[in-house]
């Protein structure tokens, strides 16, 4: 299983910014799926998850701002990220938890990172 992220930029602070995450490979059900974010000097914390019935859970800081989405194979999902705050900046991981076959248990993924910069 891979998972690729896309969309990382420089914005700036009140603009918009959309992360996309595609999975593929051995995917037998998304159990669920979200996004990580880790700023320089700080531990990697939760910023969104949506679950494979589609209930979303938000870190505090992005409620009201940030905006979760799968598409209709729920192999593809994706951060929609408005009005931007210099805090904001960090890398931004996708993450799944993924079974990979009806016998298995469901393991976690993680994508490569992709840079979000916002300026003042």
């Known amino acids: 299983v891979q998972l690729v992220e896309s969309g990382g930029d420089l914005a700036q602070a009140g603009g918009s910014l959309r992360l996309s995450c595609a999975a593929s490979?051995?995917?037998?059900?998304?159990?669920?799926a979200g996004w990580y974010r880790q700023a320089p000097g700080k531990r990697r914390e939760l910023v969104t998850t949506?679950?494979?019935?589609?209930?979303?859970t938000y870190a505090d800081s992005v409620k009201g701002r940030f905006v979760v989405s799968r598409d209709n194979s729920k192999k593809n999902w994706y951060l929609q990220m408005d009005s931007l705050k210099p805090e904001d900046t960090a890398v931004y991981y996708c993450?799944?938890?993924?079974?990979?076959?009806?016998?298995?248990?469901?393991?976690?993924?993680w994508g490569q990172g992709t840079q979000v910069t916002v300026s003042s």
């Open positions: 993450y799944a938890k993924i079974q990979s076959g009806p016998l298995r248990s469901a393991r976690e993924y």
């Open positions: 949506i679950s494979n019935a589609g209930s979303e």
């Open positions: 490979g051995d995917i037998f059900i998304l159990v669920s």
